[in-house]
């Protein structure tokens, strides 16, 4: 199982994996979460990947599908913690010009 925490804070669902890999191999286990997540209503979520260190095109299409399903919503995504070859994967892809992308969860939760 994922390891990972959710949490309300201030009527915004902060979900933290805590994995060094979103990938293949994590994304499946990951998926679900997901899924429970929109259900339960969640759409304002600060998806925290402080722990995160890579990232393939799975984590990053599981990413893309939580933006588009609470956009529908009419929710909203923040990343927050994205560094190293995560961030640069976002950079390369300019998927940092659609995503809001914060430092830290603290600075995601501001003004959210």
Avoid: C, Y
């Avoid at 060094?20 to 979460?33: F, G, M, S």
């Avoid at 599981?62 to 956009?71: E, G, M, T, Y």
């Amino acid at each position: 199982m994922l390891k990972h925490e959710m949490i309300e804070k201030d009527g915004v669902t902060v979900f933290k994996v805590q994995v060094e890999n979103l990938d293949a191999l994590t994304v499946p286990e990951a998926r679900p979460l997901i899924e429970q997540l929109v259900d339960r209503g969640g759409i304002k979520v600060v998806f925290d990947m402080s722990t995160v260190r890579t990232i393939d095109s799975s984590g990053v299409a599981i990413i893309v599908s939580l933006f588009k399903r609470l956009r529908a919503l009419g929710g909203a995504l923040r990343l927050a913690g994205v560094s190293g070859q995560p961030k640069d994967i976002l950079h390369i892809m300019r998927l940092n010009q659609a995503l809001a992308v914060f430092p830290s969860t603290e600075d995601a939760l501001r003004g959210f």
